[in-house]
């Protein structure tokens, strides 16, 4: 069984910047790939950025290419989002997601999400 636990959510100003993190723990944490979604009040989730455990390939949705980073640390079991640029638009749960399978769409584990509000 794979845990998910995020940090680093809170409150920042329109054009300010959050790190979020991602520790996963588990008998053995091998994942496909490693992505971060979000949801805000009212809608669906939405996917915002995944990295391949292996290779580290990255992959975004547009509304933050330029603005957000991800990146993982193997050894440490960690993937983060970096956040810079923020908008009230960004204001959303994000939720920390594990791919176990390679030819699935579909993510397996999920963290418990963190908060982040941007204010204008």
């Known amino acids: 069984q794979v845990q998910l636990v995020e940090s680093g959510g809170g409150w920042v100003q329109a054009g300010g910047s959050l790190s979020l993190s991602c520790a996963a723990s588990g008998r053995t944490f091998n994942p496909y790939a490693m992505g971060w979604f979000r949801q805000a009040p009212g809608k669906e989730r939405e996917f915002v950025a995944a990295i391949r455990w292996s290779g580290g390939s990255t992959n975004y949705a547009d509304f933050v290419k330029g603005r957000f980073t991800i990146s993982r640390d193997n050894a440490k079991n960690t993937v983060s989002l970096q956040m810079k640029s923020l908008k009230p638009e960004d204001t959303a749960v994000y939720y920390c997601?594990?791919?176990?399978?390679?030819?699935?769409?579909?993510?397996?584990?999920w963290g418990q999400g963190t908060q982040v509000t941007v204010s204008s």
């Open positions: 997601a594990a791919k176990t399978r390679i030819y699935s769409p579909n993510y397996d584990y």
